[in-house]
């Protein structure tokens, strides 16, 4: 419907002409259907109405794509998201990968380092400490404060070592340092007892002479030892072999005894409490079925052993004390008596316990031997011991080996192993026990 406007000329009242509705919707922003225009004649506008028909199916294809673009983004998004966790999981998979290999390969080369430095470990004996250029440069005099246990020996003029060690067996001094060793502590004499052989004893007697005649005395022997006992056979040139073997038998031990008796020699019994203490882990005696002091006295040994470094024998010490009161009762055929000795046992420097004393005609090996033979002698003893100031000098070849050497140990940690006491024949006495932590 067409609309008039009025002119100068016409009459119009003031009255607004309403606006049609078509107008209405265009000022809407929101699309609307719209009734078909009609032509002035009242006849239906084809073309108006095929336009407005055109119209409306493009504004529907528009809401249509715009709907499909909707749909589509929201899938794209679920999509995207869906990747990205995806993609997330992928990189903590990747990172968990990289990471076990990395630990595989440090686990890899921490078993290769354990396979190679701990046997190299166990075959290269390490001593942390170099002492060869040790000084012995202090004094010990045990009389300023200490008096024989029998009162009897008050003006002894001996100070006896009655067991030491060298380097010819497993101690660490030369058999050169011991002597000037057992000075620094107090002893004008020295009895050498290295495993199983009198070399060590030879060379130290040799040294003492030239160096320290008629002043140090020392007397050559050995320490017979094995897996039932250990035994100090004194006054020996001669190396004793007989019935010496890792596991000897009674009568391999009487064989022993009966030869040192033969080649001029005695027999003093080593540390009884030392052999039948139990062992760690393997909780049986560190020797097998030692004789009984009873046995080896019917045997025919000579004496023992009742203080050995800071251990004192007393369950021995009385066995003897009882002895040599049945000799003074019995006087028509006593038995000798036993010898009272007592022994550092030094196989690296330390404190010094004990000193034998005895009153020798003068200071040598014939008169100190006169004295133990009759079983004149008595001892010192001191628990606390004296403080030794030597120190020796760290090792060249373990400052140089110790990481390694301090990395094998980390792994041997992890196991605890419990070997059984030594033979001296090559052999342990018992069997080890290998204990895996976390397993036992």
């Known amino acids: 419907m067409a609309v008039h406007v009025c002119g100068p000329s016409d009459k119009c009242d003031n009255t607004v002409a309403p606006i049609p509705p078509h107008h209405a919707q265009e000022e809407d922003s929101t699309p609307r259907w719209s009734a078909p225009e009609v032509s002035p004649s009242g006849i239906h506008d084809d073309n108006a109405d095929s336009s407005s028909s055109s119209h409306a199916k493009s504004r529907l294809r528009r809401f249509l794509d715009k ?12 999509s995207g998201e869906a990747k990205s966790a995806s993609s ?7 990172y968990a990968l990289l990471a076990g290999k990395r630990v595989g390969a440090m686990a890899a080369l921490f078993a290769a380092l354990a396979v190679l430095v701990v046997p190299i470990h166990s075959l290269i004996e390490l001593k942390t400490f170099d002492f060869s250029t040790m000084k012995f440069d202090w004094v010990t005099n045990p009389r300023d404060h200490l008096v024989p246990v029998d009162p009897e020996y008050n003006n002894f003029n001996v100070l006896l070592d009655g067991h030491a060690h060298t380097t010819v067996s497993d101690g660490r001094l030369t058999p050169e340092q011991l002597v000037e060793y057992s000075i620094a502590q107090g002893f004008n004499a020295v009895i050498v007892t290295d495993h199983n052989t009198v070399a060590g004893g030879l060379r130290a007697e040799s040294y003492a002479k030239r160096k320290y005649p008629g002043r140090f005395v020392v007397v050559p022997g050995m320490e017979y030892s094995n897996c039932r006992i250990h035994m100090n056979f004194i006054d020996l040139n001669t190396t004793v072999s007989v019935g010496n073997k890792a596991f000897p038998s009674d009568d391999n031990i009487k064989q022993a005894i009966a030869k040192v008796h033969e080649l001029g020699g005695l ?5 009884i409490p030392w052999s039948n203490h139990s062992q760690d882990r393997i909780q049986a005696p560190r020797l097998v079925n030692h004789p ?3 046995s080896l006295v019917d045997w025919g040994v000579d004496g ?4 050995n470094q800071g251990t004192f024998d007393l369950p021995t010490y009385q066995y003897m ?8 009762r019995n006087t028509v055929d006593p038995p000798a008596p ?3 000795m007592t022994g550092s046992d030094v196989h690296t420097p330390g404190s010094a316990y004990a000193w034998t004393v005895l009153r020798a005609a003068n200071l040598t090996k014939e008169a100190i ?9 008595s001892f010192l003893f001191d628990p606390t011991g004296n403080r030794a100031n030597g120190r020796p000098n760290y090792s060249a070849r373990y400052l140089a080996l110790a990481p390694l050497s301090e990395l094998a140990q980390y792994f041997e940690s992890f196991v605890d192993r419990y070997e059984g006491q030594y033979s001296f024949h090559g052999t342990h006495c018992r069997q080890g026990i290998v204990d895996v932590h976390g397993q036992s």
């Open 369 to 377: 031997m006169k004295e133990i033979r009759h079983a004149r002698t």
């Open 292 to 294: 009984s002091i009873q």
């Open 88 to 94: 997330g999981k992928q990189r903590i998979w990747r």
């Open 304 to 307: 023992f052993e009742i203080a």
């Open 67 to 78: 709907a499909r673009r909707q749909r589509s983004g929201e899938g794209q998004q679920h």
């Open 321 to 328: 004390l009882a002895q040599r009161t049945e000799i003074r």
């Open 338 to 340: 036993l010898i009272f």
């Open 267 to 271: 027999v003093i019994v080593n540390h």
